[in-house]
């Protein structure tokens, strides 16, 4: 069973996309072989989780159906050690895919419409005994309502069967939010921490990034993704879900 009381913070969580159409690596990643390489290469440079996505988030990706999805995902995670030192966690919001990821051995659920709190969905998860990361991808209306909406979903999910130290939270940097948004949910660090659960941030790469460093280019955004992530280490973030682990391992604060 997930606990997240075994983890030793600050934890990385390395970022793979099996995808053909994300910002910044889509179509890097699609074949098996060059995905076990890149989690290979993650977990060497201090990943403790990883997080593979076979849909993109990005804004005005296409939707794809479950069956679409599982076909990405399912060989990966077939091809994956039965016993492992690392975490898996899978960014899906499909119920079906994630009651396949967890039957193949998955640990997390990372959700981004997990503020919404799929009845199925918990109940899969609880089922399986596996984390589930609840992220807020609604609009930031004021920090005081961010951190109620969390703390309701939270108190649902427990409801649903879900132990606490299933749940881990996100608020969502980027989804429906910008860059004043972003910045202002970093400095709110403190105030989700009130929440006792551990906290995941995912700046890497976005957009509200590029406005800040006057970087066009995603990757070119590393820097100041390691910048940001070392600020919210220090404000109290626990999961940085990043792109590129060295840079974010050499700037976390231990």
């Given at each position: 069973m997930f606990s997240s009381n075994s983890l030793k913070y600050p934890?990385?969580?390395?970022?793979?996309?099996?995808?053909?159409?994300?910002?910044?690596?889509?179509?890097?990643?699609m074949d098996v072989p060059a995905a076990l390489a890149q989690i290979s290469a993650m977990l060497e440079a201090g990943a403790?989780?990883?997080?593979?996505?076979?849909?993109?988030?990005r804004p005005g990706a296409e939707t794809i159906s479950a069956a679409e999805e599982e076909r990405r995902l399912l060989p990966l995670l077939e091809a994956l050690p039965q016993k492992r030192n690392y975490l898996i966690s899978i960014d899906t919001y499909k119920v079906e895919?994630?009651?396949?990821?967890?039957?193949?051995?998955?640990?997390?659920?990372?959700?981004?419409?997990?503020?919404?709190?799929?009845?199925?969905?918990?109940?899969?998860?609880?089922?399986?005994?596996a984390g589930w990361v609840i992220m807020d991808?609604?609009?930031?209306?004021?920090?005081?309502?961010?951190?109620?909406?969390?703390?309701?979903?939270?108190?649902?999910?427990?409801?649903?069967?879900l132990k606490k130290e299933q749940i881990i939270i996100d608020f969502g940097l980027g989804f429906h939010k910008n860059s004043a948004d972003n910045l202002a949910l970093t400095g709110a660090i403190p105030l989700y921490k009130k929440l006792a659960l551990p906290i995941?941030?995912?700046?890497?790469?976005?957009?509200?990034?590029?406005?800040?460093?006057g970087e066009s280019t995603p990757t070119g955004r590393d820097e100041a993704t390691a910048a940001v992530c070392a600020l919210?280490?220090?404000l109290g973030a626990d999961i940085f879900r990043v792109h590129n682990v060295p840079k974010v391992k050499a700037a976390l604060c231990n």
């Open positions: 934890v990385i969580m390395g970022i793979l996309n099996i995808t053909p159409d994300s910002f910044s690596d889509g179509g890097l990643y403790t989780i990883i997080d593979i996505g076979a849909e993109s988030s895919t994630a009651r396949q990821a967890l039957r193949l051995g998955a640990d997390i659920i990372n959700d981004i419409h997990g503020i919404d709190v799929n009845k199925d969905m918990a109940k899969t998860i609880s089922a399986h005994g991808y609604k609009p930031l209306i004021n920090l005081l309502e961010a951190v109620e909406r969390m703390r309701a979903a939270v108190k649902k999910a427990l409801a649903l069967g995941l941030y995912g700046p890497s790469r976005k957009r509200f990034l590029g406005e800040l460093s919210a280490c220090a």
